[in-house]
């Protein structure tokens, strides 16, 4: 399966068929192991597929749907495909689209987890993240700067991402406190300048760029994503009983503070927790993984975050390594049985992660739908939009201290890691290559240096 995706949309007289549940099943599925770039990367992704290439939904109503994701905790970018995919196939299309960007992941993670604990340290393995660690950097830059373009159509919008980003860089911000913030402008604003804030920073040339799409702007919103209480109230029903279910289970077999018990409690409130994606809450599983419950240690939990920068699907992923690890070392199911317990325990930790991510859209996409160009609502996504392109160039930032001084900056200076991140960035600005034919380049450079560089010496 061709991988490559386009960045010219397709003519725009071509027709556009119905998509069938089948044919969203495959680009679901497709996509599922190819999101690479963490959120940004990963959104940018869905937008040239969805919007530039396939027409499957307009600029408006996708950008409409990632400010709601945006203002939940969770991965926006698999709430996104969750919603796009409830959008077109009912709860079963938002279903498989969410579990499928997630399902790749984990596990591609639970095999090299495995990797990872049974035969340590490898030379090839370090080589390969030697090399796609600068690559990912430069794919969140690549990322930032294609949401910015969209976003930022105006000064007050550039001021905002502006302002978020020295927030958070110089001043730490919390990102719910940017969030706020960034919402507040956008409500208050569009009273005074309502043109400032429409939504996506003035997209009125969507149209011309991309065509008509399937799901279009005055699209009317089909009868099964109307909202209504009985609705609410069933979702919520459904999703707090498999709660319960799995939690029920969890304390009939290994008792109340048994470890995945202990796994599934706490990664529930981490994923209340993850406002800002996961970076925001890393600090928070470290502190509960790593001192508390001493699931693994911190050498580990870095291990595990440079595996799931480099694994597609939600960077949030790194919990599933987390889960791994910890059933593995604490031996939940005994120590013949150690593969066993860590894909157990990736399993749980990733169900009780994602399930409230799931939730928040089947219940709240209905009523969201109903306030598409509605400039009361859209307003302070909006500005909340333009802020988060900043805390994006602040994630850029973070990866490169990280690859280009690993020791910090009184260590030395990577200037390979420089290099290949600078070659990174030209074939992805310049050349527009793709996200795999990238990674693979940036992997075999990676491997060779770290081989062959001590040959030489």
């Keep these: ?40 990367g990963q959104i940018a992704i869905m937008h040239t597929e969805l919007v530039e290439r396939r027409r499957w939904i307009s600029e408006k109503r996708f950008l409409h749907a990632l400010n709601f994701c945006m203002l939940l905790p969770g991965p926006e970018a698999q709430q996104l495909a969750t919603y796009i995919g409830w959008l077109m ?15 790749p992941s984990l596990f591609i993670l639970i095999a090299l987890s495995w990797v990872y604990l ?16 600068p690559a990912v950097t430069a794919l969140v830059l690549h990322a930032a700067h294609r949401i910015g373009s969209r976003a930022l159509k105006n000064r007050w919008m550039w001021g905002i991402a502006a302002a978020a980003f020295v927030a958070i860089f110089a001043f730490d911000t919390p990102f719910p406190a940017i969030v706020l913030a ?50 609410l109230v069933r ?28 796994m599934g409690w706490f990664f529930t409130k981490a994923a209340l927790l993850t406002f800002g994606g996961a970076y925001a809450v890393l600090p928070y599983v470290y502190q509960g993984a790593v001192e508390q419950y001493h699931w693994l240690s911190g050498a580990q939990m870095i291990d595990g975050l440079a595996l799931g920068e480099t694994t597609p699907g939600p960077l949030i992923m790194v919990v599933a390594f987390v889960g791994f690890v910890g059933g593995w070392l604490k031996q939940v199911l005994g120590p013949d049985s150690l593969f066993l317990a860590g894909a157990l325990a990736a399993t749980v930790v990733t ?18 739908e109903a306030t598409h160009g509605k400039l009361g ?31 910090g900056f009184s260590g030395r200076f990577d200037a390979v890691s420089a290099v290949v991140a600078a070659v990174a960035a030209m074939a992805l600005f310049r050349f527009k290559v793709g996200v795999m034919p990238l990674l693979g380049a940036c992997a075999t450079i990676g491997l060779a240096v770290t081989l062959l560089l001590p040959q030489l010496r």
């Design 1 to 40: 399966m061709d991988t490559a995706l386009p960045d010219a949309p397709p003519a725009l007289s071509a027709p556009l068929q119905p998509v069938s549940f089948v044919d969203a099943l495959r680009f679901w599925l497709k996509l599922g192991f190819i999101s690479f770039g963490g959120p940004a």
């Design 377 to 407: 609502f859209t307003a302070p996504l909006s500005a909340i939009t333009a802020a988060v392109v900043g805390v994006i160039l602040n994630l850029a930032l973070f990866f490169a201290y990280h690859v280009l001084w690993p020791q």
């Design 235 to 262: 979702i919520l029903a459904i999703g707090l009983g498999l709660w319960l279910l799995a939690m029920s289970f969890l304390i009939a077999t290994q008792g109340l503070h048994g470890t995945l018990t202990q």
């Design 89 to 103: 196939h009912r709860t079963r299309g938002g279903i498989v689209a969410g579990a499928l960007f997630v399902l």
């Design 182 to 231: 960034a919402g507040l402008i956008g409500y208050f604003g569009a009273r005074r300048w309502p043109e400032v804030f429409a939504l996506g920073g003035n997209h009125g040339n969507a149209r011309q760029s991309y065509g008509p799409a399937l799901i279009d702007d005055d699209t009317p919103t089909p009868p099964h994503a109307r909202f209504s209480r009985s609705h």
């Design 118 to 133: 049974r035969f340590g340290n490898v030379p090839v393995v370090a080589g390969i993240f030697y090399g796609i660690k």
């Design 351 to 368: 169900f009780f992660t994602f399930l409230p991510s799931f939730i928040f859209i089947l219940a709240g996409g209905p009523a969201i």
